[in-house]
């Protein structure tokens, strides 16, 4: 059994990652000042040619990846699957349909490249998921429902997706429809048919379930998801895996999501300054937090300006968010339990700190 210091080291050093982590210096250089397709072929050139691993094999695979990159905070054994947000046993893999499978988010008969390594053991587009709800999505087209079905997974839990009952199409539930977004637009950009793999691309129109051409959609759907539901601390962790211990490629719409605008969205035509990513660093003055370990309160010190408090679980879901100022200085947290990650931002100053409740 893991020792409780243990494992809040380890909750630590997930936090440390998602938060310290910064793109590689110069990765994305060669693609900066351009648009339209010249903007699309350098980001493909930038992260093509990763390094490939096998479906299934006694070395490392997508199966011991994926334990990684969707492994579960709160239980280490465990990860979380992609529709539901459920946690569970990482070793059972597919234990004869017992435990949990692997989702292409772009379906592999969209292209018809089944689990080819390279394009079918990507695991920037691959998740984990019950076979149930694999099942159900199959090959649809991501949309918002108009008759919704509420999806059910093989334990019989309400996930939060849906599919529809007159069109071929599947929607995500909330948490997770702007991480499917970045997932479709990376494999449209990693694999332009310039290799020896199918040029995917995205489209508006619902696709048939027997239409095994190299297209999915709906492009303006994801762009929507893509907007609503921002990348989060989830999301860059599991990048930064995918980069430093495996892949060594990245997804650009997780380091700069503004890319999907210059591509599909409304920056068409304009070319793509690519700044720096802000480095939060205020040497002059800074917030803190006590107590911490907290109670039923959490109070903020160094407040000087309205500012602004959001608190994330450790899989990045935003659980809290409050405005605080001088005088008020004070956030009720009784309804929280375990490891959080909060930021503070004003005008002048913010922080990251991690809390224990």
């Known amino acids: ?99 949990w499978t692997r ?27 019950d076979n149930t709800t694999n099942t159900v999505r199959n090959n649809r087209s991501f949309n918002n429902c108009s008759n919704c079905i509420d999806v059910i997974d093989k334990w019989g839990n309400l996930t939060g997706s849906k599919k529809d009952a007159t069109e071929w199409s599947f929607e995500p539930r909330d948490e997770v429809k702007g991480d499917v977004a970045r997932m479709i ?61 495996y892949q060594k490629n990245r997804n650009p719409f997780i380091d700069f999501p503004e890319l999907a605008e210059h591509l599909w969205g409304n920056k068409i035509g304009v070319n793509w300054k690519g700044e720096t990513l802000g480095v939060e660093n205020f040497d002059e003055v800074s917030f803190g937090i006590y107590p911490n370990p907290a109670y ?20 990045g879901r935003k659980v809290l968010s409050s405005k605080i100022g001088v005088h008020n200085k004070t956030i009720n947290i009784s309804e929280l339990k375990g490891i959080y990650l909060v930021k503070i931002l004003s005008q002048e100053k913010r922080m990251t700190e991690i809390l224990v409740k």
């Open 103 to 129: 989702e292409h988010i772009w379906a592999k008969s969209r292209g018809d490249f089944g689990t080819t390594t390279g394009i079918g053991t990507d695991v920037h587009a691959i998740r984990p998921l």
């Open 185 to 245: 637009f990376y494999m449209d950009v990693r694999y332009e048919g310039l290799d020896s793999y199918p040029n995917l691309e995205l489209i508006e129109s619902i696709l048939p379930q027997s239409d095994n051409q190299p297209i999915h959609s709906v492009l303006s759907t994801l762009l929507s998801w893509h907007r609503n539901d921002p990348v989060n601390d989830w999301e860059k962790n599991r990048n930064n895996i995918i980069y430093n211990s």
């Open 296 to 315: 039923n309160f959490l109070n903020i010190n160094g407040i000087t300006l309205d500012t602004k408090v959001e608190i994330y679980d450790v899989i």
């Open 1 to 99: 059994m893991m020792l409780k210091s243990n494992y809040l080291f380890v909750i630590y050093l997930f936090f440390f990652a998602i938060t310290t982590a910064q793109i590689p210096f110069g990765y994305y250089n060669s693609a900066r000042n351009l648009s339209d397709n010249n903007l699309k072929f350098a980001l493909n050139q930038i992260i093509d040619n990763h390094i490939e691993y096998n479906y299934t094999s006694s070395d490392i695979d997508v199966w011991d990846i994926l334990k990684e990159t969707d492994r579960d905070p709160n239980n280490l054994n465990n990860i979380i699957l992609i529709y539901s947000g459920i946690s569970v046993n990482a070793s059972q893999e597919y234990n004869n349909a017992n435990g």
